[in-house]
């Protein structure tokens, strides 16, 4: 089964990210490259990505995700647009994090812990918080430059996170559907 971990977001947030991303496409105009935008029911910022794991682990996951966050809630700011890989040719658009990193990287510092302490992987790359906007199937060097011209370091939406949620994640030819597995409460005594 394919898992991941992350901050959710609320509706009005998720209404502000998805009136950035018509402003993005706007900006970007016409172009030869494809971009495929992520739909708003979908957007999240992702903690840890587990990617496929054993069934059989699921209840390990489940029960260590399943605890409160000894970690007091904080309010997450969006805005400023990136793009990765960090040269060439770009591959995902993302809107970063205005305010709250520092509590987001504490966050998932204490979630990607619990994971190790299973025994499973997750991503060794430094987390660097984010919320994906789109991804292209192909783009072109231009894309970056862009991206860059059409970004804004202007906060776009805050949400306050008073949890994180481990999610399975199913894909199909339709589209990603995700299930909430377990959520994982902030509170200042753990």
């Given amino acids: 089964m394919r898992l991941f971990i992350a901050i959710d ?4 947030a998720r209404a502000a990210i998805a009136e950035e ?5 706007a900006a970007f105009g016409d172009t ?8 708003p029911g ?5 903690l840890v990505f587990l990617g496929e794991v054993p069934e059989a ?12 966050v000894a970690q007091a ?25 205005a305010a709250g990193g520092g509590d987001a990287a504490a966050l998932q510092r204490q979630i990607a812990d619990r994971v190790r302490g299973l025994g499973l992987a997750s991503d060794s790359r430094p987390f660097q918080p984010h919320l994906t906007l789109a991804r292209w199937k192909s783009s072109r060097g231009a894309d970056r430059a862009r991206a860059r011209a059409a970004g804004t370091d202007r906060v776009v939406t805050t949400v306050h996170v008073d949890h ?3 999610y399975q994640s199913r894909l199909s030819s339709s589209g990603s ?11 200042p005594q753990g």
């Avoid at 991303?21 to 496409?25: A, P, S």
């Avoid at 682990?57 to 409160?68: L, R």
């Avoid at 559907?177 to 509170?187: E, F, G, I």
């Fill in 9 to 12: 977001l609320d509706d009005a």
């Fill in 21 to 25: 991303q018509r402003r993005l496409k």
């Fill in 32 to 39: 030869r490259s494809s971009i495929k935008w992520v739909q």
């Fill in 42 to 46: 979908h957007m999240h910022l992702t």
């Fill in 57 to 68: 682990s699921a209840p390990a996951i489940v029960g260590a995700i399943d605890e409160p």
């Fill in 73 to 97: 809630p904080f309010d997450l700011a969006f805005g400023g647009i990136g793009v990765f890989p960090p040269r060439g040719a770009p591959n995902v658009l993302w809107i970063g994090v």
């Fill in 164 to 166: 994180a949620t481990l």
């Fill in 177 to 187: 559907t995700y299930t909430p597995l377990a959520r994982a409460t902030l509170s």
